[in-house]
């Protein structure tokens, strides 16, 4: 089982991170700690609910997981996904183009072409790369699957909405650019899930 990470004032990370932006720093301060569990033991299944949850909200992305987990038996894998037919899938409320990445991923895993055991010894770029050759994993989903499955803590998702929009709030600016970003932020590596966690909570906690 994946351990508990807490992310407080008593962290390494946060305290280089209180250093270096004073705008962050309160953010902390209002929102206190903030936990997440690595999934560690279940890369399989988080990569799926990745696929599923793509251009849907939270909360429409777990209704229709959730389905899946039925119709799996409460066994998401790539056994279970490769017995499920099109239709199967389509049934629980994904298009057809998702059901077929979804049963492209389990192909993957099972023709031993998606090895998730080689992730952890890759560096950030080569395992974003090798994910991203998967039908419908983009960046943002790759970038889901280093932070909360390898816990890569130096991980920023630039292409993530949410942390955008919280972005634009904390700094009082328009310009969202990646380079504007990684500019502001330079100095504040590697703290990019931090980053990620303390300003999108801020301006959604």
Not at 96 to 111: F, M, P, Q
Request: net charge positive; glycine share 4%; proline share 4%.
């Amino acid at each position: 089982m994946a351990n508990i990470i807490t992310l407080d004032l008593n962290s390494h990370l946060v305290q280089h991170l209180c250093k270096k932006d004073k705008r962050l720093k309160n953010v902390i301060h209002m929102i206190g700690p903030i936990t997440y569990e690595p999934h560690t033991d279940n890369p399989f299944p988080f990569l799926i609910h990745g696929i599923i949850e793509q251009m849907l909200s939270v909360k429409a992305g777990a209704k229709i997981y959730a389905r899946l987990e039925s119709l799996c038996k409460g066994q998401v894998t790539p056994y279970s996904i490769d017995a499920l037919s099109l239709e199967d899938l389509k049934s629980i409320g994904t298009s057809t183009a998702k059901a077929k990445y979804i049963k492209n991923a389990a192909s993957a895993v099972l023709g031993g072409t998606l090895n998730f055991s080689q992730f952890s010894t890759m560096t950030d770029e080569a395992a974003l790369a090798r994910l991203i050759q998967l039908p419908r994993i983009g960046m943002w989903t790759a970038k889901m699957y280093l932070i909360f499955v390898l816990d890569r803590q130096n991980i920023l998702p630039f292409e993530d909405v949410a942390f955008l929009q919280s972005y634009k709030w904390l700094y009082k600016t328009t310009d969202i650019s990646k380079t504007s970003i990684e500019k502001k932020w330079l100095n504040a590596k590697p703290c990019g899930i931090l980053d990620f966690a303390h300003t999108t909570h801020g301006l959604n906690p």
